[in-house]
């Protein structure tokens, strides 16, 4: 089934052309602050030393990594990652028209001159949304016809706590843009797991009996998406 093209529909949502432009009001938040029978822990329970309660929804370590890197200082040296591909970020070339380059394991940010650190990340942030907006739509090709299902909306928005989450009643699926930092297999993953809340809220034994058919290898990908980030340091420190 093809999901034809998304456009983009104010801060940060994707829609299927030719639908209705307008946001209900059911859908304007993501669902994150609700109590939602679907953000229980069910898979935390084979989980072993990973941080969090073990769903990849509602990840402690989304949360500490997003903490985290509002305290970078956006200064060329500091790693940063893309797709799962580290980089050293490079922000000593400057223009008028703000862009991201990875290059030969430069992360060139391009900002105004003089822009400060939140310009710059603002520009990053914009780019990694931009990551996700761009793959999405041939996950969901793929994707939507072998599960049987199709999301209505996709949103890409930061959440403190969550890579993704689902709300069956609208088929409107959210996604963490900080997922474009991890390797493609994890938002793979993730749209999986979202797409399989259309059949089944709740993470029971037949949520884990969908994703065990349609994606074998579920657990690998959670635990690479949940694995602890590695390290933050400039490169010039590296000992
Ligand atoms: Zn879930």
Not at 62 to 89: A, C, D, I, N, P
Not at 207 to 224: H, N, S
């Amino acid at each position: 089934m093809a999901t034809g093209r998304f456009a983009e529909v104010g801060d940060g949502q994707m829609q299927r052309d030719g639908t209705p432009r307008q946001r209900s009001q059911t859908t304007r938040e993501p669902p994150e602050h609700r109590a939602s029978q679907h953000t229980a822990s069910q898979h935390g329970r084979e989980r072993r030393g990973v941080s969090g309660d073990g769903d990849p929804e509602s990840t402690a370590e989304v949360e500490r990594r997003t903490h985290r890197q509002t305290e970078r200082q956006m200064l060329s040296g500091e790693t940063h990652y893309v797709w799962g591909h580290r980089f050293r970020l490079d922000v000593s070339r400057t223009s008028g028209n703000p862009r991201v380059v990875p290059s030969s394991g430069t992360l060139w940010v391009i900002a105004p001159e003089g822009a400060s650190a939140e310009e710059r990340f603002g520009v990053l942030d914009r780019w990694y949304r931009r990551q996700i907006k761009a793959t999405v739509p041939a996950l969901l090709e793929r994707w939507q016809p072998i599960l049987g299902v199709t999301a209505s909306r996709v949103v890409v928005r930061r959440m403190r706590t969550k890579w993704g989450t689902c709300q069956p009643a609208s088929s409107t699926i959210w996604l963490n843009p900080e997922l474009a930092k991890k390797h493609p297999r994890c938002l793979e993953y993730i749209v999986v797991h979202e797409l399989a809340h259309l059949h089944e809220r709740s993470h029971n034994a037949r949520f884990v009996e969908l994703m065990d058919r349609f994606l074998p290898d579920w657990r690998a990908r959670r635990d690479e998406l949940n694995e602890a980030p590695l390290a933050h340091e400039k490169w010039t420190a590296r000992q």
